[in-house]
């Protein structure tokens, strides 16, 4: 039997407004420890890796190891039937095909629950080797956001180049090129409205932009978003959770042009 | 005076000026105008470069997969596990392997087996191979053997689904299974195998053995006449 309740529904709403336009079905690992997504779009260029611990949820148990096949769109016509506060309570018998989740407002007065077939979804799994990446460039996830959806108008591609400066975003296409430069934060109030670097080898990678849009759509989750860049590797793009876990994008480079 | 002088000046700088500005203004035009065209090319051109990119994209967008590996899991699902057990078990039976096994005489009870390597638990040692028969020719056949006091006791009784079986192995044959002794504390287990829609005994490892031990599995034939005829069957 597996069971997990959450007090803000709201959570996992922005999970999946964060993962519901990269993947159409997504393949829930359900264990002790809590649960764990993998799954790659259908280009398999990004890769997301979502993990939610158990101690983040208000009451989780888990008898045995569970792997749900969500249709993600489905899951989203549920979640729009309640609101960011409402209670929620994700059920599962131990070999069901289909998952129960349940919303109760706070003062306990509507109670609603929704039942979802469950999907058999046959998808590989990535073996990602931990990685020492030559920068990790933290800033505020809205400051990220604004930087992919301006740059994207004009080119396909943004190249992140790190260096002990800065981080530059550059693009170029029809109408021109684009830059925005970020130098660290010089004094920082809270953590997660500044921009730091901390850089062991300058990296200047390219990117698809719309998929850097696609991540974007996590920015709700947490204020603060963790760019990992080594040479040749793909870029790591994470949002903590808090208190709940991460959600990792995975984007494969694309190789740079000879100009 | 003065002032019309400046004023003339004026004028003819202002006349002048456009002049000058004029050509200033038109050779940068043309200035412009000839480095516009070649933008516009540019341009054209980076459009080209854009299709190009466009066109080429799916080759310059690699793959998450080009990084990290697939993970296959080695898990597999017990029915899985199962399976290849059986085709393995079936497969040892049908190559009639027999290797590692060596025939020993032993001074108090004639012939027997010795591993001549190390087995496994669980590994396949051997087949019991004789002559597959129901139980009434079974009898009456060991009704027959039984007058004669030479012959061994070379019959295995069992019982597959509901029918009870021999397997007859008391003719001399070049198989080894056969000639496995019996101890109540055998390092070999029997079990059932079906082949073909037909019931085949192999002897199992129940335990690691190692080499030059004897391979020995119960009988478990523990009935009074039988111990009175073969003793040994009690140890």
């Given amino acids: ?259 | 005076m003065v002032s019309n002088i400046t004023s003339n000046d004026n004028e003819k700088v202002i006349k002048d000026m456009p002049l000058v500005s004029d050509t200033t203004f038109n050779s940068k035009a043309d200035f412009n105008q000839s480095p516009l065209s070649s933008k516009l090319n540019n341009s054209h051109k980076i459009s080209l470069n854009v299709k190009h990119i466009n066109d080429t994209s799916d080759n310059k967008q690699q793959k998450v997969t080009a990084f990290f590996p697939i993970r296959r899991s080695a898990r597999k699902t017990k029915n899985i596990v199962n399976e290849e057990k059986q085709i393995a078990l079936e497969e040892a039976i049908a190559s009639q392997n027999e290797d590692g096994l060596k025939i020993t005489v032993f001074p108090n009870k004639g012939r027997g087996i010795i591993a001549a390597k190390d087995f496994a638990r669980g590994d396949y040692v051997v087949e019991y191979s004789g002559e597959l028969i129901y139980i009434q020719e079974a009898r009456k056949r060991e009704a027959i053997y039984s007058q004669d006091i030479s012959t061994g006791c070379y019959m295995y009784y069992f019982k597959y689904g509901s029918t009870h079986y021999c397997i007859d192995a008391t003719p001399e044959s070049s198989r080894l299974g056969r000639l496995v002794n019996h101890s109540r504390f055998g390092n070999l287990i029997p079990k059932v195998v079906e082949v073909a829609g037909l019931p085949r005994i192999v002897l199992i490892a129940k335990t690691d053995i190692k080499r030059d031990e004897e391979l020995t599995y119960d009988y478990g034939d523990r009935s009074k006449e039988s111990l009175i005829n073969h003793p040994w069957l009690a140890y």
Avoid: W
């Avoid at chain 1, 407004?17 to 259908?42: H, N, R, V, W, Y």
């Avoid at chain 1, 109670?111 to 979802?116: R, V």
């Avoid at chain 1, 170029?172 to 901390?198: H, T």
């Fill in chain 1, 1 to 259: 039997m597996f069971e997990a309740r959450l007090l803000k529904s709201g959570q996992l709403k922005k999970i999946l407004e964060a993962i519901k336009e990269l993947l159409k079905e997504a393949t829930f690992d359900c264990s002790d420890s809590g649960i764990q997504l993998q799954a790659m779009d259908d280009a398999h260029v990004s890769l997301v890796s979502m993990y939610l611990k158990s101690t983040g949820f208000d009451k989780f148990r888990c008898d045995r190891n569970l792997s749900m096949g969500i249709n993600l769109e489905s899951m989203v016509k549920i979640m729009k039937c309640c609101s960011n506060d409402d209670i929620m309570t994700i059920k599962a018998q131990d070999n069901a095909d289909t998952l129960t989740i349940m919303f109760e407002t706070s003062n306990q007065e509507k109670m609603s629950d929704y039942e979802m077939k469950l999907m058999n979804l046959d998808q590989e799994h990535l073996g990602i080797p931990e990685t020492n990446y030559s920068c990790v460039i933290k800033m505020p996830s809205t400051e990220f956001a604004r930087i992919c959806r301006d740059l994207s108008q004009f080119g396909e591609s943004v190249i992140i180049a790190c260096t002990k400066d800065g981080v530059k975003f550059s693009t170029s296409g029809d109408i021109g090129s684009a830059n925005v430069k970020l130098s660290q934060s010089a004094s920082i109030d809270k953590e997660e409205e500044g921009v730091s670097i901390e850089m062991q080898q300058a990296v200047c990678l390219t990117f698809a932009c719309r998929y850097l849009n696609l991540f974007c759509k996590a920015a709700p989750l947490s204020p603060q978003v963790i760019l990992s860049m080594s040479g040749d590797v793909p870029l790591v793009v994470e949002y903590q959770i808090e208190e709940l876990g991460f959600i990792r994008y995975y984007l494969a480079p694309k190789i740079e042009e000879d100009d």
